[in-house]
């Protein structure tokens, strides 16, 4: 049960774009569409920002999108603004029917 | 509006057991499974388990497996996580989240977190 492989850190410009990967196995990532991503501001709760690999909930800019190849997922922030600082993790369903999540990702926008 | 409001800060000794509950409203309780989520200062998101409010099904991670019991009530919309044998590493936000059944990793609704503190 070891937590999924996400870059430590990841920068942009404004109105650039950011791509930040989810790495896993077929027991997890690779395995099952069940992939989500999260933001999180400091001192808050964890944000649904993506589902089931791909699906934006209501009220997420379409800014942000996912995409999975293989046991690697991937999220990708276009168009940076200063908002989208904060951390991300990505989870995936895994064997037994647990969860995983990834060390995280702390996005700076230069 | 859906909402899970989590108890407030605890402060327990090592060796004790703190439970921590989430009271939801503005959806079908037993339609939606929780999870159990926690963050150690300046640490990532891990997973204790979740648990379905309806059948009373839970699935711990093997982490935590014989220290920690997810329970709810129904009647109360509320669902709760005990952890025992606690020691100073315990010390964390500790997150409730709901999720469709059957979608784990759709944690779509959070509760606002409760920091548990293990000190002497």
């Given at each position: 049960?070891?937590?999924?492989?996400?870059?430590?850190?990841?920068?942009?410009?404004?109105?650039?774009?950011?791509?930040?990967?989810?790495?896993?196995t077929s027991s997890d990532v690779?395995?099952?569409?069940?992939?989500?991503?999260?933001?999180?501001?400091?001192?808050?709760?964890?944000k649904l920002i993506i589902s089931e690999v791909i699906k934006r909930p209501s009220g997420v800019p379409d800014r942000f999108s996912g995409s999975k190849s293989g046991?690697?997922?991937?999220?990708?922030?276009?168009?940076?603004?200063?908002?989208?600082?904060?951390d991300y993790y990505c989870s995936s369903k895994a064997d037994d029917n647990i969860l995983l999540f990834g060390g995280g990702t702390k996005?700076?926008?230069? | 509006q859906v909402q899970l409001v989590q108890?407030?800060?605890?402060?327990?000794?090592?060796?004790?057991?703190?439970?921590?509950?989430?009271?939801?409203?503005g959806y079908s309780f037993n339609n939606y499974d929780i999870n159990w989520v926690r963050q150690g200062t300046g640490q990532g998101l891990e997973w204790l388990g979740w648990m379905n409010p309806y059948s009373g099904a839970t699935n711990y991670g093997q982490k935590f497996q014989g220290r920690v019991i997810m329970t709810s009530d129904p009647s109360k919309g509320t669902a709760y996580m005990e952890l025992s044998s606690l020691r100073s590493e315990d010390t964390a936000v500790y997150f409730c989240a709901r999720?469709?059944?059957?979608?784990?990793?759709?944690?779509?609704?959070w509760g606002q977190g409760t920091l548990v503190t293990v000190s002497p």
């Open positions: 049960q070891s937590a999924l492989t996400q870059p430590p850190s990841a920068s942009g410009s404004p109105g650039q774009s950011v791509t930040i990967s989810c790495t896993g690779g395995g099952y569409n069940h992939v989500s991503w999260f933001q999180q501001h400091p001192g808050k709760a964890p046991n690697t997922a991937s999220l990708t922030v276009s168009g940076l603004q200063a908002e989208d600082e904060a996005l700076t926008v230069l | 108890s407030g800060a605890e402060v327990k000794m090592p060796g004790a057991s703190v439970k921590v509950s989430c009271e939801t409203s999720f469709p059944r059957h979608y784990l990793s759709t944690l779509d609704y």
